[in-house]
C-alpha cells in the first residue's frame, strides 16, 4: 500500500487555483469593508453641508472611501464647478473674498483672496494658499470634484456687498423681544418691592422676589445693548475689510499669482 503521509501539497495548476481563490476570497472580503465604511461615512456626514470642521474631523481611510480618486473630477471641468460653488458660497456670504479665473503659464487656476489670505485651485485638484479662505476653499474642491454632488447655479449678483449697503446689525426683531421681557421683568420686579414696602408686609418673599425680577430685566438690558454693540462692531469690521478690497488697485503682495485675470469682479470695484 502506498504511503500518503509524506505526500507534499499539490502544485501547479491546481495549487494556483487554490490560491486564487483565497485572493478572491480576501478581495471580496475587502470590498464589504469598503462599502460598509462609505455607508458609515455616508450617514455620519452632511456632504450637502460639508465644511472645514467635518473635513479636520474625517480619518484619512473615511476620507478614501468617501472621495474615490478614480472618480474624482479634474480639468477644465473641476475648474467651473468650483468657480460656480464659489460664486455661490459668496453670495451667500459663507466664503469671504474677490474671485478671479486666472491664466498663468498656460493653465487656468482659479484664485481667491482677501485681505488676510488665498486659496488657488488648480485643475488637478490641487489647492494652495493660506488663512480662512484655504480653509474654506479646500472642502468645497472636494466637493466639486465628486460627480454625485450637484453644484448650484450662481445668481447673477453674487459678489460681495458694497460697503455701504451693510446693516448696522442683525436680529432686531429678537433684540425687542427681550426688552418687552426685561421691561415686565423690571416692572413686576418695581412693583413686588413697592408693594412690600407700602404695605409693611414681615414676609421676605415679596422683598426677595422683587430683587430677583428687577435684577433680571436689568440683566436682559445689557444683554441687548452689549448685543447690539458687537453687532455694530462686527459690521463696521466687515464694512472695512469690503472698502480695503475695493480699494486695492492690484493684488495683495502675498497672492503668487501674475497671471491675466480671464473673469472680472462684477461689483464695480
Known amino acids: 500500500m502506498e504511503d500518503t503521509s509524506t505526500q507534499s501539497e499539490p502544485d501547479g495548476p491546481d495549487g494556483e487555483a487554490v490560491e486564487g481563490g483565497r485572493d478572491r476570497e480576501d478581495g471580496g472580503e475587502g470590498v464589504d469593508d469598503l462599502a460598509e465604511l462609505r455607508d458609515r461615512v455616508d450617514a455620519e456626514y452632511d456632504f450637502d453641508d460639508f465644511g472645514p470642521a467635518d473635513m479636520a474631523r474625517m480619518s484619512a481611510d473615511e476620507w478614501d472611501a468617501a472621495f474615490d480618486p478614480e472618480t474624482w473630477i479634474t480639468g477644465p471641468r473641476l475648474l467651473d464647478r468650483i468657480e460656480a460653488e464659489l460664486k455661490t458660497r459668496i453670495a451667500r456670504r459663507e466664503v469671504f473674498g474677490l474671485l478671479e479665473r486666472v491664466r498663468e503659464d498656460g493653465e487656468e487656476r482659479v484664485l481667491v483672496y482677501s485681505d488676510e489670505g488665498y486659496a488657488i485651485v488648480r485643475p488637478s485638484g490641487e489647492v494652495t494658499g493660506r488663512g480662512t479662505v484655504l480653509r474654506d476653499v479646500e472642502p468645497l474642491v472636494a466637493l466639486a470634484a465628486m460627480e454625485e454632488y450637484d453644484v448650484a447655479d450662481p445668481p447673477e449678483d453674487w459678489s460681495l456687498p458694497h460697503p455701504d449697503s451693510v446693516p448696522e446689525g442683525s436680529g432686531e426683531f429678537g433684540n425687542l423681544m427681550i426688552q418687552v421681557v426685561a421691561a415686565v421683568q423690571v416692572v413686576a420686579g418695581v412693583a413686588l418691592l ?4 407700602l404695605t409693611d408686609l414681615d414676609s421676605i418673599v415679596g422683598p426677595a422676589m422683587g430683587a430677583v425680577f428687577l435684577l433680571v430685566g436689568l440683566f436682559l438690558f445689557a444683554m441687548v445693548a452689549n448685543a447690539r ?19 486695492a488697485e492690484e493684488r495683495p503682495e502675498f497672492v503668487p499669482l501674475d497671471g491675466e485675470g480671464l473673469t472680472e469682479e462684477t461689483d464695480d470695484r
Open 194 to 197: 413697592g408693594a412690600s414696602f
Open 229 to 247: 454693540l458687537s453687532d455694530r462692531f462686527r459690521s463696521e469690521e466687515y464694512r472695512d475689510r469690503l472698502r480695503a478690497l475695493r480699494e
